[in-house]
């Protein structure tokens, strides 16, 4: 029979994955409580950071259907559950990481599929979301002035092409 606090903890972890669009496996061995809080505060607004029993994690990760997150649950563990921006949360875990080198990333799950500990590092090199619709706007906003242009080049054309002949032709007509 299960304890009660393991069946809540249990279903409160697979609420927080059933409800995050991501989740990163970390390590957090040789931390302080303060660099804890200051990696929590870094992820604030895109992701809530937790440690977590690896046990009652693979429960609830079965229970919310997630695989992947089974074969890195080993030592000491913690989930960023991402809501927000998983390029954004990624960011600020590599670069908590880069600061704290205790600080290990496991391995993760995005929108169901599992990441490698280098795909989220890949992910993190990503430019954000904002960046990126920015950047597919602006080329679109080129593709279509190019065609305007185009457009536009031709009729010039031609009457460029119609006012020759036809100085060509007075020419020709007064010298006859």
């Known amino acids: ?3 009660p606090d393991k069946a809540a903890a249990v279903a409160a972890i697979a609420n927080r994955l059933r409800d995050s669009n991501a989740a ?4 957090y061995r040789g931390l302080s409580v303060a660099q804890l809080q200051e990696l929590r505060r870094s992820l604030s607004g895109n992701a809530t950071y937790a440690v977590v029993k690896n046990t009652l994690t693979s429960i609830a ?4 259907g997630v695989e992947g997150l089974d074969a890195d649950l080993q030592g000491p563990s913690a ?6 921006d998983p390029v954004e949360a990624a960011k600020g875990l590599r670069d908590f ?8 990333i496991k391995g993760g799950v995005l929108e169901g599929n599992a990441l490698t500990a280098a795909e989220i590092t890949k992910l993190a090199d990503l430019e954000s979301r904002e960046v990126l619709l920015a950047k597919a706007a602006g080329a679109m906003k080129a593709k279509i002035s190019q065609a305007a242009y185009a457009f536009n080049a031709k009729p010039t ?5 119609i006012d020759a002949l036809r100085q060509k032709q007075e020419s020709a007509g007064a010298a006859a």
């Open 79 to 84: 989930i960023a559950f991402v809501t927000g």
């Open 157 to 161: 054309q031609v009457a460029r092409v």
């Open 97 to 104: 990481a880069k600061a704290n080198p205790a600080l290990v």
């Open 1 to 3: 029979m299960a304890r």
């Open 61 to 64: 990760a079965k229970e919310a």
């Open 24 to 27: 990163v496996l970390t390590e």
